[in-house]
């Protein structure tokens, strides 16, 4: 069992950067694929990053690629996510996400483990 709780979440300008970290509670969270995901008002939760448990292999969405970057520190349980050059359509709920096979899938489905989210607002 895995417990996520996000956190770094606010309001910036455009044009502004964020940094977004997931606490993990569990033993085993070193050995998790890791993800993050986001929900706009409206809108299905969507992919953003994905890590791999070495923290070696990486993939993003298509449109954030040089916008955002992913990290995880297996000794602290954490994994993070650098925003910049924030843009208005950023704006969401973005949530951080556990997959326990290990597996390597950029859908929300094969994730077992989420946390509650935390807000980003960006304002134009």
């Known amino acids: 069992q895995v417990q996520l709780v996000e956190s770094g979440g606010g309001l910036v300008q455009t044009g502004g950067s964020l940094r977004l970290s997931c606490a993990a509670s569990?033993?085993?969270?070193?050995?998790?694929?890791m993800g993050w995901f986001r929900q706009a008002p409206g809108k299905e939760r969507e992919f953003v990053a994905l890590?791999?448990?070495?923290?070696?292999?990486?993939a993003y969405a298509d449109s954030l690629k040089g916008r955002f970057t992913i990290s995880r520190d297996n000794a602290k349980n954490t994994v993070n996510l650098q925003m910049n050059s924030l843009k208005p359509e950023d704006t969401a709920v973005y949530y951080c996400?556990?997959?326990?096979?290990?597996?390597?899938?950029?859908?929300?489905?094969?994730?077992?483990?989420w946390g509650k989210g935390t807000l980003v607002t960006v304002s134009s």
């Open positions: 996400a556990a997959d326990s096979s290990r597996g390597w899938s950029t859908s929300r489905y094969a994730m077992d483990y």
């Open positions: 569990g033993r085993t969270f070193s050995s998790y694929t």
């Open positions: 890590i791999s448990w070495s923290g070696g292999t990486t």
